[in-house]
């Protein structure tokens, strides 16, 4: 059973930067697509980015692109989400999820979750 968790979720002031990590468990990064969410309080769960692990590639929500990267590390088992330049309207909570399968900007598609990790960005 795959199992995901999210860490390095905070508070922070508008224009710095947070890493959030995924570590997987029961699988190998390396054969899943992995899609990072995010669900502002009280709205519907949005795409963020996905990291397609056949060739990594690479696509990103438009009101992100050039602010955050999605990165993998094969040894640490581990993805990534960059987050550079924050603003308060990316404040939500972050979620990645995975599938050996089926890759896209549809929640739905994803079999794997982890619980989520709260990011807070200040004015």
């Known amino acids: 059973q795959v199992q995901l968790v999210e860490s390095g979720g905070g508070l922070v002031q508008a224009g710095g930067s947070l890493r959030l990590s995924c570590g997987v468990s029961?699988?190998?990064?390396?054969?899943?697509?992995i899609g990072w969410f995010r669900q502002p309080l009280g709205k519907e769960r949005e795409f963020v980015g996905y990291?397609?692990?056949?060739?990594?590639?690479?696509a990103y929500t438009d009101s992100v692109k050039g602010r955050f990267t999605i990165s993998r590390d094969n040894a640490k088992n581990t993805m990534y989400l960059q987050m550079n330049s924050l603003k308060p309207e990316d404040t939500a909570v972050y979620y990645c999820?995975?599938?050996?399968?089926?890759?896209?900007?549809?929640?739905?598609?994803?079999?794997?979750w982890g619980q989520g990790t709260q990011v807070t960005v200040s004015s």
């Open positions: 999820a995975a599938d050996s399968v089926r890759l896209g900007r549809d929640p739905g598609l994803y079999d794997y």
């Open positions: 029961g699988g190998t990064v390396s054969r899943y697509h």
């Open positions: 990291f397609n692990w056949r060739g990594g590639i690479t």
